[in-house]
């Protein structure tokens, strides 16, 4: 029989997806609120790991935890599953957000995307300049090289608002001093975030829901690479651009086959090919409810995507056999 034009991956993945991020994000809500990151981190790690050795593919982490001499589990160059089936790219955060959960606060995930061999940006564990819009738009409303206030108001433009309708999320850090004053110089209102800049991302495709039209500032190159998996499966526009500042970074992406280290990437080129996303909320949020613990069930709450299918799956699970987590 012909090909079909969406066999990429397995359907069959997508499912198996949510039990990964679902597993992460119950160990890692057991310490929600404890104030204690690398553990809650740690135990996220551990049970995305082993679930993902129980799945029937060749997998290699090419977005992890950090590199191989940082991360003693899911580093970049890993490989897991069960070493048969089809060979994937994955890109992971088993806890995006590990200061917003150690204080329980808003819109922690535990997040994968796994895409065909080749297909996501393989890259070392630096800094990415980044800028983020949702669906239904024409190509260029943005770019990453623009002014902010250009930007603001070319997606203004293009929406039908007024500047002051415009509200744009930035991680709250020093670097971003010069950004907030451009960008609320316009007239447009900015959110500040502490952490978690893949639900950022992810935010600018409800504006109406979220509030949030625009996503702007430096934040992990990992998260980069989720956040452009999940764009290709919601639609949107994104691009990045790795902070390769020093020697000793140059040289780590030369290792990777990275030869231009000012490049910008698109979003298709960031994340190409067939790619499924997968995110479980830790802590409540604006997308998705965080994990609850009664007393003979632990409700999840995921959002899982195909960008083939443009399919978009909110799983709302109750899991009364307590022995897997």
Sequence with gaps: MPKSPQAGLDRILTLELVRVTERAAVAAARLRGRGDEKAADQAAVDAMRTELNRLPIQGTVVIGEGERDEAPMLYIGEEVGLGEGPGVDIALDPLEGTTICAKNLPNSLAVIAIAERGSLLYAPDVYMEKIAIGPGFPAGVVDLDAPAAENIENLAKAKG?????????????????????????????????????????????????????????????????????????????????????????????????????????????????????????????????????????????????????????????????????
Excluded: W
């Design 161 to 325: 608002v007024s500047v002051s309708e415009i509200t744009a999320c930035i991680l709250d850090r020093p670097r971003h001093a010069r950004l907030v004053e451009e960008v609320r110089a316009t007239g447009a209102a900015i959110r500040l975030i502490g952490d978690g800049d893949v639900a950022g991302v992810i935010h600018t495709t409800d504006p109406e829901e979220t509030g949030i039209d625009i996503y702007m500032g430096i934040g992990g190159a990992p998260e980069g690479v989720l956040a452009a998996a999940a764009l290709r499966c919601i639609g949107g526009q994104m691009q990045g651009r790795l902070q390769l500042n020093t020697e000793e970074k140059v040289a780590r992406a030369a290792k990777m086959g990275i030869s231009d280290p000012g490049k910008v990437y698109r979003m298709e080129e960031m994340a190409s090919g067939d790619v499924l996303f997968a995110a479980t909320g830790v802590t409540d949020g604006n997308m998705l409810a965080g994990v609850k613990f009664a007393r003979d069930s632990i409700q999840t709450h995921t959002i899982v995507m195909r960008s083939s299918s443009r399919t978009v799956r909110e799983i709302k699970a109750r899991h009364q056999d307590l022995d897997k987590f």
